[in-house]
T-cell receptor, first 112, second 112 residues
């Protein structure tokens, strides 16, 4: 049973436009959410996170939105740059736990 | 020093070999993790060490044996692996009371 799902396996966007990545979860005990970016043959790099007490967190070009009632979060990248081309994973964890549950990933391609 | 390092980068081993993967961090993080990632899949948690004690074992076969000699080092001892164990093995660490995990670059393991 996949508790964290990223339903779009891939996304193609023009440089300078907005990239929107979506993530859904089923476990209502999750209350902290993270986004990671991964290049081939490298480890995931932490991007941004959000606690369930917030509905938005912003860091530079990256903004994460959380809709707890819908059990949905999204990552917005504005403006998208060619260097953003990578696989993006959302992950979730409970308040007490240190176990991250990852979604399946979305491959983003930013075209120049 | 703000990174997690892993050695070796690549490892090829036979099914009868014994080898070890090494992970090191000098950020003072007290939780360390081993993940396994197969191609086009998300990372899957294997083990969690908290304050040098094993706190989570995700039902990993005994041919994988973790060891945490001190707060900066994490090893994964490998013995009698199977070809299906070929994967990218990722180490991560996280600060106390933080959900963010910081990943190393991984060891690409091939079992022949």
């Amino acid at each position: 049973d996949q508790q964290v799902k990223q339903n779009s396996p891939s996304l193609s966007v023009q440089e300078g436009r907005i990239s929107i990545l979506n993530c859904d979860y089923t476990n209502s005990m999750f209350d902290y959410f993270l986004w990671y970016k991964k290049y081939p043959a490298e480890g995931p790099t932490f991007l941004i996170s959000i606690s369930s007490i917030k509905d938005k967190n912003e860091d530079g070009r990256f903004t994460v939105f959380l809709n707890k009632s819908a059990k949905h979060l999204s990552l917005h990248i504005v403006p998208s740059q060619p260097g953003d081309s990578a696989v993006y994973f959302c992950a979730a964890t409970t308040a007490a736990g240190n176990k991250l549950t990852f979604g399946g990933g979305t491959r983003v391609l930013v075209k120049p | 020093d703000t990174e997690v390092t892993q050695t070796p980068k690549h490892l090829v081993m036979g099914m009868t070999n014994k080898k070890s993967l090494k992970c090191e961090q000098h950020m003072g993080h007290r939780a360390m993790y081993w993940y396994k990632q197969k191609a086009k899949k998300p990372p899957e948690l294997m083990f969690v060490y908290s304050y040098e004690k094993l706190s989570i074992n995700e039902s990993v076969p005994s041919r994988f044996s973790p060891e945490c000699p001190n707060s900066s080092l994490l090893n994964l001892h490998l013995h009698a692996l199977q070809p299906e164990d070929s994967a990218l093995y990722l180490c991560a660490s996280s600060p106390r009371r933080s959900h963010e995990q910081f990943f190393g670059p991984g060891t690409r393991l091939t079992v022949l």
